[in-house]
């Protein structure tokens, strides 16, 4: 057995700063299949995924876990019985591809570490998951580097656009149609997303399943 | 010699899009700041920096040429006489280091790419520069990646954070004041520019020479 990956969910009204492009049953669809790229991609890279979810949901892509506390809760409780290597990764992660979490788990530190834009922190691979605690909100990047500082453990950076990009808002959806290859791009194309290059910005809109172009905003 | 590492540069009131936190020499300085950033990646991964600048100004770290024209004009006009290798690196991308260079120089394909934010090119390696002419502007990723295709030339793209991260809006600091290493994070901190974590969300915050704070906006 691989590494375990934890990837934590939220399956309910999941990224709300997507409500102005996606209605809420889209959106809970839409994050299902960011979940299921992250699933493929971990699984390409060799890992054993295992989604801990806030609540249950329908998902066969591997197996689910519901554990209803908070994510630092979650996350530590079940980190705090795992000797072995562990990854924790996000599940918006659409970019996300095996070569990525491969270089994160060969860099022979304690603790590799992709940041997300923002200060936050979107995988961070452990050598011993008993080792660590984290902390996610906030710059969790910098609370990540300096617990492991702190506890004497070697840590690296890991160097990656793919898992440095998290979606939540409209203009990362720009970043999905343009790199994405999986299934959440698939989602957007079918929904009738594609780039709109105004005045040399790149931006998104929607054409609707008739062929008809409507605002992206509400 | 190596690779030799084409660096545009607009002197002249670079990055308007600054002009809410930083006052018009300001911009001059941490532009620069910046270019100094980039020829030091460069230099570290063995490549001969080399600026490319619509008008003259003082600059000691490498040699600089003035092209007055456009910038795919000026590019264009380079590349066309060179059959060696060459590297094409934009001047803002401060958190640029060498072994991200190195990345870029050692895909063993004809070109390889490092795309920024929202669909651009943040760095393009050309195995033979006059093989290729670059069209910036809009979605250049995608051009570049079609006039690879369409001249039977071998592409990679390559998965770095730190060369995709341009910067250029406010919230683009953040990323520099987190993981910058060089000369334009020094210049903001002299500046009296820090992160500033309010609700859970990264910014910035700018602290005047005698401690007192004040808004970052005009």
Same mark, same amino acid.
């Given at each position: 057995m691989g590494v375990q990956a934890l990837i934590p969910f939220k399956p309910e009204n999941p990224k709300t700063r997507l409500s102005c492009v996606l209605s809420p049953p889209e959106r809970e669809q839409f994050a299902r299949a960011m979940l299921s790229d992250v699933v493929g991609a971990v699984l390409g890279a060799g890992c054993s995924p295992r989604v801990i979810s806030t609540a249950p949901f329908g998902f066969a892509g591997c197996p689910v876990?519901?554990?209803?506390?908070?994510?630092?809760?979650?996350?530590?409780?079940v980190l705090s019985g795992m000797d072995g290597p562990v990854l924790v990764i996000m599940a918006d992660l659409p970019l996300a591809d095996a070569p990525a979490v491969?270089?994160?788990?060969?860099? &022979?530190?304690?603790? %590799? *570490?992709?940041?997300? $834009? #923002? &200060?936050?922190?979107? %995988? *961070?691979?452990?050598? $011993? #998951?008993?080792?660590?605690?984290?902390d996610y909100y906030g710059a969790s990047f910098l609370k990540h580097v300096?617990?492991?500082?702190?506890?004497?453990?070697?840590?690296e950076v890991v160097d990656s656009f793919r898992l440095h990009t998290d979606v939540d808002e409209?203009?990362?959806l720009v970043e999905l149609l343009i790199h994405g290859e999986g299934s959440s791009r698939q989602f957007l194309v079918e929904r009738g997303f594609e780039l709109a290059i105004d005045r040399g910005r790149v931006g998104i809109k929607r054409v609707q399943a008739g062929g008809r172009e409507h605002p992206e905003s509400p």
């Open positions: 876990e519901v554990i209803p506390s908070g994510l630092n809760e979650a996350l530590n409780g491969r270089r994160l788990l060969e860099t &022979g530190m304690d603790v %590799a *570490i992709v940041p997300g $834009r #923002g &200060g936050g922190t979107n %995988a *961070i691979y452990l050598s $011993r #998951g008993s080792s660590f605690r984290v300096r617990i492991a500082r702190e506890r004497g453990l070697s840590c409209e203009e990362d």
